[in-house]
């Protein structure tokens, strides 16, 4: 199923012109659980990789046997996932106390190359902004799950970009590493549902102008909310049962003219997303520039911990429901404090990547 982004509550350019300047498209990747081939985009999915191919390895020094199996990881989400709602059962508690993390591979000393963890594979056909060397039509994202490389003590990630026509016969089973050491740097396998939508300039990095009309507009929206009614609506301090809760929340959502404000809702969209721009919400803006040429290098991949929250509820998609966890968190990665972006050189692909996270 196709997933629709709703039209922007308004039409920012026309209420800025100067925005227009501003503007890029992004692909919403709209990940959701499923069981992706070698031939579809994916996040987690088997990969479109050659059988004589060497699969990627992280060669750092760090222990790699110790975390949590692949295997109990993916067992936990199922227990999760199926007992919502309801009690676990004596079965499922145990088998959750069984999947602790631990020292499981004791022989896999630091040195040991580990295979990576195959993230995501984009088609170009399928991800309008995925930008990459001429010719090449298939990008393979992967990650060492260890959050211990670097100077910043974080994900190791490789990007490897294909003719998707020159691959043969493709590898299976692909290696993959038996620990993690955070399961939530495991993805679930998804499908994705790409979509193309706009996106404008994060605030902070707009002309100081624009900043203000845009800061002068969104005030003058809250005034004519007071107005309606004197005062904001105070809700209810408890309520008998979530469901109440749930109720409440959703009538007042219905009663209230929706809020707008321009970082939620006009600028950037959330969710793993290629293209498009960064968000700086949790720290000052902060360039990212070519280590080889200076460049400034724009996020190609956004990896983010939820497709949406109740500041960004009006990109929820017109055919998911609000409050599915599998709308919400399908892919189970969190890493930063929610955020990472993948940027590369747009004057050479080849140029080291960077990362950036809020
Ligand atoms: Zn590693
Ligand atoms: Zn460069």
Redesign the pocket.
Known sequence: MARTTPPRPVDVEALFPALAAHRRTATRLHPRQGAPTAEESSIAGPLLWPVDAPWPV?T?V?P?GRGHLLSDVRLRRRIHAGARGREYTDEERLLLHGTAPGRHHPDRDAVHP?PLLAVAQLYTRDVPDLDGPRGHDLLQVFW?P?E??GTDRTI?VVLRWRRSGDVGAVLTPQPEPPVAGREECVPTACDLHPEQVVEHEYLGLLGEDLQHEIAEWEEGLLDGDDDEDGTRASAPASYATYEEYEAAMAAARAEEPEEVDYMSDLSIAPGWKVGGYASWHLTDPAPVDCSRCGTAMPPLLTVDAQEYDGASRSWLPVQDGADDPGVVDPVGVHLGRGLMRIHTCPADPAHPHRLSFQ
Do not use: I
């Open positions: 992280c750092a760090h790699k580990l060492c260890f211990v490389h190791d």
